[in-house]
């Protein structure tokens, strides 16, 4: 199995400022630990470098008055919100960025690879029509997924891990049954959206699918709902092709957030859906890189534990070094797996209306 990896130097360059969670060191400190390790000589994995996403994909999931201020605002700079600073030059990073998304979505449609992982900043999700926020300027995964479909992939699931609700990737998808979006995320938590009551709307209902977990969640949570509602659900659903957005955020070292999912915990995740998408759409599979902000923990180990995964390597005795013990030991909390099957029974209970693959409970 062949894995693509995007990357450009130009990532590093984006950044609002040196103490800023969504830094540089995201990356480089990623880099540093994949030449360490070999990475990028390994026949397994090739090297793909992009272009920035042409306007009119940009257009086919953005506002035209919102581009038009984040392309004025780069040339002087501005703020979207307190968080999310509009530094010089920040639409061509942005552009980077989704291009990045195309990028391995062509690779992997041009067969070049069986799957690829976009390893591009800043950051998308949180990015809606017409606003960004939460560090995210364009939504590179809606971006790439409308590019799937304009390539004639007609139904595609987008699952989101990342930490925080994907608000802006389901308020562009929510009344499109083309588009399966689930998210598995911390809640209670920023952005405040994204309880198992928001479902999709018109056409769309059924097919935006939430799964909010409390702090202390780890890796047993992820898969009781990979085993009991996703798989199910996405083979039921039948996509094109399956689109990630990994954030890695959800890790135990993570200074933002209170979830504690490991190293061993993303790898087997990413085999479970690598799995499922040979199953379904002949390996078809694209990751794109979201949050993360644990630069010198747990971010370099997670996303070479994605990469092993997605690449079929043995992962078994992938894990942080033991330093990093009891700061999970801190995090974990050995009731949140109860309340997430209780949670669960209740969602099902919701999605059983709209997929014959969950039972009514």
Known sequence: MTTGIV?????LLHEQSPTHPERRERLSY??????????????????ITPCPAPLPAVLAVHDLQYISFL???SEKGGYIDADTSIPKGLFNSARLAAGGAIA???????????NAFALCRPPGHHAGKGHGAGFCYLNNIAIMVRHLQARGMKRIVILDWDAHHGNGTQEIFYDDPSVLFISIHQYPFYPGTGSIYETGSGTGIGFTIN????????????????????HPIVCEFSPDCIAISAGQDTHFTDPLTSLAVTATGYANLMQKTCELSERLCD??????LEGGYSVEGGLPY?????????????????????????????RYDPHSFENVVSMARTLKG?????WQSIPFT
């Open 7 to 11: 990357y450009h130097d130009q990532y």
């Open 30 to 47: 990623t880099r540093d630990q994949f030449l360490e390790e070999g990475i990028c000589d390994r026949k397994e994995y090739v090297r």
């Open 71 to 73: 392309e004025q605002s």
């Open 104 to 114: 391995a979505a062509d690779a992997v449609l041009d067969n070049q690879v069986k």
């Open 211 to 230: 799964m909010p977990i409390p702090a202390g969640t780890s890796n047993e949570s992820y898969y009781y709902f990979f085993d009991e509602i996703i």
């Open 283 to 288: 390996g078809r599979l694209v990751a794109v």
């Open 302 to 330: 997670t996303n070479l534990a994605i990469l092993a995964a997605m690449a079929g390597l043995d992962t078994s005795h992938m894990k942080e070094p033991s330093i990093f013990h009891t700061a999970f030991e801190r």
């Open 350 to 354: 919701i999605l059983c209306t709209f």
